[in-house]
Structure formats: structure tokens, C-alpha cells
């Protein structure tokens, strides 16, 4: 799912894929390896070799204010409002196919789809295994499965495409 988010005047295209203390992070196209600990409330991001302590702070007009290294950050996620005026949630690009990546590299344990398939919203695609861990990933919706890149056994790097829907 990419979300738009306003951070400090900017916006951003931002998708994070969680795995379990690690998240691959994708700002505006560029992917980042991110080390997440949640420590007395505060959250600590290591982000390569550079650490972060980052406080979520109360709503304010809308926005969070988010503080990094204790500077104040104003934050919004772009939503809409559908028919029925409830909020709808962040902003998510479906148009054209939906590709789904490798969070990080890894090896394929096992491949859950062929070309032509039917699948339904957060139904499994493949199994990758990263960080001596077992990851699904899923379909963000339904789709048909137009191409299988993913092969089992076979090494991924972070962002290869394993998965084609349209």
C-alpha cells in the first residue's frame, strides 16, 4: 500500500513492508532498510548506520506531530471521503498492474499462485524467507495473476519483482 504523507512542507509517496523488527521502506521510489524497536514508548529506527529516537506526539489540526532526535515534525496521511462520508483511509494507488516485491532479499520457500489465477484481496502469493524468518506476501487486491517471477529455491534481491496482477 503507498501512502501519501506530509512531512515538514513536503509530500511524499511513502510503502513500508514490515518484517518483523525490519521494515523496507520506500520514500518517493528509494527503498531503505529500516531496524525498528519500540523502547519505553519512543521508537528507536536504526537506518544503516544512523540511529533515530522518534516520539509520536498528540493530533494537532489533522496532523500528527511526529519528533525526530527531538525536533518537532508536523505529519499528515492524505485520506478521502467516500459516498457515505466516512473516512476512507490513506490514499492507495491502484491503477495498473500490482506488482509484488521482495521486502528484502531472501530465498522463495514457495510459490502459492500460477499465471492466470484468481486471487482475492490479502490472499498469499509466495512464501520468502529473510532473516530466518518465513514471510507471505500478499495481494494488496483482487486481481488475476498475469506473471509468476518468483521461483522456488531461487535467491531475491530486495525489490525484484516476483508477482504480476492486473
Not at 22 to 30: A, H, K, N, Y
Amino acid at each position: 500500500m503507498i501512502l501519501h504523507v506530509n512531512a515538514g512542507g513536503r509530500r511524499r509517496a511513502v510503502e513500508v513492508v514490515r518484517i518483523g523488527d525490519t521494515c523496507l521502506v520506500s520514500i518517493d521510489g528509494r527503498d531503505h532498510e529500516v531496524d525498528v524497536k519500540h523502547i519505553d514508548g519512543t521508537l528507536s529506527l536504526l537506518i544503516g548506520t544512523r540511529s533515530y529516537e522518534v516520539l509520536v506526539g498528540p493530533s494537532r489540526d489533522g496532523a500528527l506531530v511526529v519528533h525526530v532526535d527531538g525536533v518537532p515534525v508536523e505529519v499528515s496521511i492524505a485520506s478521502s471521503l467516500p459516498s457515505g462520508g466516512r473516512p476512507a483511509g490513506p490514499v492507495v494507488e491502484e491503477s495498473g498492474p500490482q506488482q509484488v516485491k521482495a521486502p528484502m532479499p531472501g530465498k522463495i520457500v514457495k510459490v502459492l499462485v500460477k499465471a492466470g489465477d484468481h486471487v482475492g484481496p490479502r490472499q498469499g502469493l509466495v512464501v520468502v524467507e529473510a532473516m530466518k524468518m518465513e514471510n507471505e506476501l500478499k495481494a494488496r487486491s483482487a486481481g488475476i495473476v498475469t506473471e509468476v517471477r518468483a521461483v522456488e529455491g531461487a535467491s531475491v534481491e530486495a525489490g525484484a519483482i516476483l508477482v504480476i496482477l492486473e
